[in-house]
Every structure is written in structure tokens, then in C-alpha cells.
């Protein structure tokens, strides 16, 4: 396993891979460190993460950097993603005792009642786009509730993997309740099986997804699948529009496109496309290319090479197919996995860009009738991840985010972000089961009824 640094192509460090016996080892120790964990005070577990928050506070610099090196983030975004963990650690220290309290259910019984117990080791696999911040908002809910759990990381960011499990020993929790996988893709089913693993997380493609569910249900392990998106931001006629330009650029562009949630289609009412897309296309044009590690870096080199050979390769399919190219679409001429900027308009529903997800610097822009046909476009797809709409009628915008809308996360005059306070996931292909807040800790719990007579 290589580290490869996608600004300039050098190979950062070589990794050894975990044998299958040392898989297992760690697995069980895993398990071992549960039997302690689970019955550890809320008290204790809190204070624990509150110390984790310190720890990851305390080196952030330096994880923003090796973020920087390992995948490409722009080191201001790095910085961003580390605190967004720490504050996951402190709001599950402060409301996770809550969240697991035993719930009082008045029935004919002398008492009764449900309670909320771990249930054991939760094998996570994650992606690259998000090094810190995937993990942690699996883990911070996982270990409030008493579970323990191991990692299996992006095959890309393995100083990342390692350096969370050195983290999570540095803030003092007990030995063996984390650890990292060093393992190929192919020998994820082998994981699964043990024993020991009790659920199964995973944040990726929608593909992946597919082969972990089914690998899981036919062991009837739990799992939750946040996958693929590709959200659709409405621009309504009366919106803000020179603002909702700057958000949805904003959506866009964060992560250098690399992301789940990102925006990636705006449906624009007639009326307002022309002013729309010209601010939309000026304020992209402006975004500053280069190396991560520099000060007022917009968009970083993507992760991998292979990774930005496709998606230009998704761009050229899409003009092949009828789409406008009205900005970039082309591999700039510097080394590095960069692309440049990208707008793509006239998109129909015979060309496959219609149907697919642009991970990278990439907008699809459809200019609509009204917002009737704006609706019927964003929730022509098989994703379901979040989408976001624009008015100066909170009222009506809220109607159509709320009950119009196919996604899991809906917001109104801004864009769609995780937060720790509030469920996170999506329907259709882009998944099931839910991240973060209240229904994210209840994921990995044994919701039992205690009835005495």
C-alpha cells in the first residue's frame, strides 16, 4: 500500500499491508476491549471524547497537512474538517448520556421501558475525500453508545487511518477499542464474516454499497450506506440570485468538488438563467488552482490521477452527447491531478451525464419553465442524498424542500452540509440508515424492551 501525493506524483511512504492474521487479531482485540468498554459510565465515555477533541485541536496543523499531502485538501479546508471533528467529540460528550438514557413506555406493566445497549465491534469502511471527518462521525456516536470498532480506510490515506488510531490512544481511551485495517478491497467479505463484527458502516459509491449490504444480509449483520449523490439546487424566480450564485459556487467547489453532498446540478427558472449563469460562471472562473499547502488555494489537485482522467473523461462523453461547454472542460497544463472549472449546459435526458455523478470541479446548469419542471428534474435521478432551494418565499421554498423534494437533507437558501446536531443520509441509491444527531447514535444499539410484570 502507497501513499501517493496527487500535487506532483511522489510516493510519500510505503505501507505494509496486515496480514489475515493480524486482521483477526486486531478484530478480536476489538471485541475484547468491548466487554470492558460497554459497561464504562457515561461519565467516563464523555470525558474521554472531550479529551479526543482536545487532542485533535491541539494537532490540527499538522493533520491539515498530511490531509494536504495524501489527498489533496486545500490546508484552510483541512484545518476546517479537523475542528468540525472535535466539535462531533463535544456534542456527543454533552448529549450522548441523554440519547441513551432509558425511555419510560406507560403500559399495564408494574414498569417498562427501553434501554439502548452497544453491540459490539463496527467494522467501518471509508473513503478518501473526507479522511478525519468520515470517521469520526461514525465514531463519536459509536463510542458514546459503548461499541467498539475497526477500520478499514481508502487505500490512499493510510497515514490518515493510522494516525486516527494513534489519536484515539494519545486522548487515553482504553487499548485495543480502535483500530485500523491495513487491507485491500478484496478482503473486506473476509472482515465481515468474523464473528465479531456485530455492524457494518460504510461511505461510499453507490457499487460498493451493493457488495457490502449483500455481503452483510446474508450474514444478517446491520449495516448503514451513505453513498452516491447528485444534488439538485432549484433557483427559483425570485430568488436572491447574485447570492444563491455564490452558494451554489461555494457547494460546488468545496473539497474541490469531491464530495457526496456537494452541488452538482442547478435547476435555474427561465427568468433569471441569463443573470444566474453569469455570475455563476464568473465567480468560478475566479477560483485560485494550485498547491494545497498554500495560503488562498480555492481548488486543490483531485486524489488520485486516475481519478481526474475520468471525470474529464465524463465531460468529453457528456459535450459528445449534445452538452455546452461554457467553461473549462479541459486538464490543465501543470502536473498534478488538477482539473479546471467546469460548466456544462444543455444537458438532455438521452445524454448519460444526465443520470451521472460528477465528482470533481464540475456544475451541470438546466435552465427550466417553471418550477414545476424544476422539481420534476431534481427528482429525476436515482440518487437521494440532499438538494437545496432558493427563494425569497421561505414559505413556499420550505414546502418544496419539505414535501416536494426526494433527498434525505433538504435546506433552504443555503447549502447542504453534515452537522453532528442533525440526522445525516439519503434514500434511493444513495443509501440508507442514518448518520449524527439523536438517529445516528440509535444506528448501532440493541433498542430493548424491558417489561416487568
Same mark, same amino acid.
Given at each position: 500500500m502507497q501513499s501517493i501525493n496527487p500535487l506532483n506524483g511522489e510516493i510519500i511512504r510505503n505501507y505494509t499491508n496486515h496480514t489475515i492474521e493480524e486482521v483477526t487479531n486486531k478484530v478480536e482485540a476489538a471485541h475484547l476491549a468491548f466487554q470492558q468498554w460497554r459497561i464504562t459510565s457515561f461519565e467516563n465515555r464523555s470525558k474521554l471524547l472531550v479529551q479526543l477533541a482536545n487532542v485533535l485541536r491541539k494537532r490540527k496543523d499538522e493533520l491539515a497537512v498530511l490531509m494536504a499531502n495524501e489527498m489533496g485538501k486545500p490546508v484552510a479546508q483541512g484545518i476546517?474538517?479537523?475542528?468540525?471533528?472535535?466539535?462531533?467529540?463535544?456534542?456527543? =460528550?454533552?448529549? $450522548? !448520556?441523554?440519547?441513551?438514557?432509558d425511555q419510560l413506555i406507560k403500559t399495564e406493566a408494574q414498569k417498562s421501558y427501553v434501554s439502548f445497549q452497544p453491540i459490539g465491534v463496527v467494522l467501518a469502511i471509508m473513503p478518501w475525500n473526507f479522511p478525519f471527518w468520515q470517521v469520526f462521525r461514525f465514531l463519536c456516536p459509536a463510542f458514546m453508545a459503548g461499541n467498539t470498532a475497526v477500520l478499514k480506510h481508502a487505500s490512499n490515506v493510510p497515514g490518515c487511518a493510522l494516525v486516527i488510531e494513534?489519536?484515539?490512544? /494519545?486522548?487515553?481511551? @482504553?487499548?485495543?477499542?480502535?483500530?485500523?485495517?491495513?487491507?485491500?478491497?478484496?478482503?473486506? &467479505?473476509?472482515?465481515?464474516?468474523? @464473528?465479531?463484527?456485530?455492524?457494518?458502516?460504510?461511505? #461510499?459509491?453507490?457499487?460498493? $454499497? *451493493?457488495? %457490502?449490504?449483500?455481503k452483510a444480509g446474508s450474514l444478517i449483520k446491520k449495516t448503514v450506506l451513505e453513498l452516491g449523490g447528485s444534488d439538485a439546487y432549484l433557483v427559483l424566480k425570485d430568488a436572491d440570485v447574485k447570492k444563491a450564485a455564490e452558494t451554489c459556487v461555494t457547494s460546488r467547489l468545496i473539497n474541490s468538488g469531491q464530495s457526496c453532498i456537494a452541488a452538482k446540478r442547478f435547476i435555474v427558472v427561465k427568468e433569471i438563467a441569463e443573470e444566474f449563469i453569469g455570475h455563476f460562471k464568473s465567480i468560478m472562473e475566479h477560483k485560485k488552482i494550485g498547491n494545497p499547502l498554500e495560503n488562498g488555494i480555492d481548488i486543490g489537485p483531485l486524489a488520485r490521477i486516475d481519478l481526474r482522467d475520468q471525470l474529464h473523461q465524463q465531460v468529453q462523453k457528456a459535450i459528445a452527447n449534445g452538452a455546452k461547454c461554457i467553461l473549462g472542460g479541459e486538464? !490543465? *497544463?501543470?502536473? #498534478?491531478?488538477?482539473?479546471? !472549472?467546469?460548466?456544462?449546459?444543455?444537458?438532455? =435526458?438521452?445524454? @448519460?451525464?444526465?443520470?451521472?455523478? +460528477?465528482? #470533481? @470541479?464540475?456544475?451541470?446548469?438546466?435552465?427550466?419553465?417553471?418550477? &414545476?419542471?424544476a422539481i420534476k428534474i431534481a427528482n429525476s435521478t436515482s440518487f437521494g442524498l440532499g438538494g437545496? %432551494?432558493?427563494?425569497? &418565499?421561505? *414559505?413556499? =421554498?420550505?414546502?418544496? =424542500?419539505?414535501? /416536494?423534494?426526494?433527498?434525505?437533507?433538504? +435546506?433552504?437558501?443555503a447549502f447542504v452540509k453534515s452537522d453532528p446536531r442533525l440526522p445525516f443520509g439519503g434514500i434511493k441509491e444513495s443509501g440508507y440508515g442514518r448518520e449524527l444527531g439523536l438517529f445516528g447514535i440509535h444506528e448501532f444499539v440493541n433498542i430493548k424492551t424491558v417489561y416487568i410484570s
Open positions: 476546517a474538517e479537523v475542528e468540525k471533528c472535535a466539535s462531533c467529540c463535544e456534542y456527543y =460528550a454533552e448529549n $450522548g !448520556p441523554d440519547f441513551l438514557n494513534e489519536l484515539i490512544n /494519545e486522548a487515553g481511551f @482504553p487499548n485495543d477499542i480502535f483500530h485500523t485495517l491495513l487491507i485491500d478491497s478484496k478482503e473486506v &467479505d473476509k472482515v465481515i464474516e468474523h @464473528p465479531f463484527i456485530s455492524a457494518v458502516t460504510l461511505t #461510499g459509491s453507490t457499487e460498493a $454499497g *451493493k457488495k %457490502v449490504a449483500a486538464i !490543465p *497544463k501543470m502536473d #498534478g491531478a488538477f482539473y479546471t !472549472p467546469t460548466i456544462l449546459t444543455e444537458i438532455t =435526458a438521452e445524454n @448519460p451525464a444526465f443520470y451521472e455523478e +460528477f465528482f #470533481g @470541479p464540475v456544475a451541470q446548469i438546466y435552465v427550466v419553465n417553471d418550477e &414545476d419542471e437545496a %432551494v432558493f427563494s425569497q &418565499d421561505s *414559505k413556499r =421554498a420550505e414546502h418544496i =424542500a419539505n414535501n /416536494e423534494l426526494e433527498a434525505g437533507s433538504c +435546506f433552504v437558501n
